[in-house]
């Protein structure tokens, strides 16, 4: 059975009365088995969403964490409070928290880290701008953010690499199947150098592409050789869009 990743994230989208409806929708949806299936609301709809999540196959998942375990860091949660929620998975260095929160993949390998370490998975966002893109630079710029971003002693953790070209996110374009195939190998290829997953007992790191995913795409990008699944936008705010490609990863 393949195994296929279906991840929604709400952004800053998902107040008490949304969050509770988008989430008893999608609950009501029966999941094919297999399909694993999260759903990543703001930080302040967590418990609301873990409560509707409680008995269904769907996980939770954070948007963001802190690198530090606690302390005098204004505004900032760390991942033990994201587990004690009840999250399951938290998604670190999206390129919009690179773009405008300045992370660095420094920064991104140290909350990969601490995800780890709270017993999460971190869902490693990595994806080239269009100017890498356009020119031809693209697949250098993404293996030195996925190495840069890599949690030390990956080779015995379990995580995500989320493959998002910045261009494709939120612009309705996407990439070929052959270009998502081209980068989903070179991703692949960095972690059995880096990190000997195959040889280790159940840890398979899981590439997904994200970046406009819709109904009409779906089915045809979770098709593509090297693609484990897909983190999913604006149309996982959808139960309908996000439902439908549910189905399509069947
Ligand atoms: C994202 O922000 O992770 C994303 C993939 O967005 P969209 O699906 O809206 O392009």
Request: proline share 3%; charged share 20%.
């Amino acid at each position: 059975m393949t195994i296929k990743h279906i991840l929604g994230n709400w952004k800053m989208h998902g107040q008490k009365k949304q969050a509770i409806e988008l989430t008893q929708a999608i609950v009501a949806f029966k999941i094919p088995e297999n399909v694993k299936t999260a759903v990543f609301p703001p930080f302040t709809s967590l418990h609301i969403v873990a409560s509707e999540l409680i008995a269904s196959k769907i996980a939770l998942g954070a948007q963001d964490c802190s690198n530090e375990i606690g302390g005098a860091f204004t505004g900032d949660i760390s991942t033990l409070m994201l587990a004690e929620a009840g999250c399951k998975y938290v998604i670190v260095g999206h390129s919009e928290r690179r773009a405008q929160h300045n992370e660095s993949s420094e920064l991104v390998k140290h909350k990969a880290e601490a995800a780890i370490s709270a017993g999460l998975i971190p869902v490693i966002c990595v994806g080239e701008n269009i100017g890498e893109r356009e020119s031809g630079t693209y697949l250098q710029a993404i293996t030195k953010q996925t190495k840069d971003s890599l949690p030390s002693l990956a080779h015995s953790s379990k995580f995500i690499i989320a493959y998002e070209p910045v261009w494709a996110i939120g612009s309705g374009k996407t990439p070929s199947l052959a270009e998502i195939t081209e980068v989903h190998k070179t991703i692949a290829s960095l972690l059995s150098y880096d990190t000997s997953v195959a040889k280790h007992d159940a840890v398979k790191t899981a590439i997904v592409y994200g970046g406009s995913v819709k109904p009409e795409n779906a089915r045809e990008i979770l098709a593509s050789e090297g693609v484990d699944g897909v983190l999913v936008g604006g149309a996982s705010l959808k139960a309908e869009e996000f439902c439908k490609i549910i189905e399509s990863a069947a």
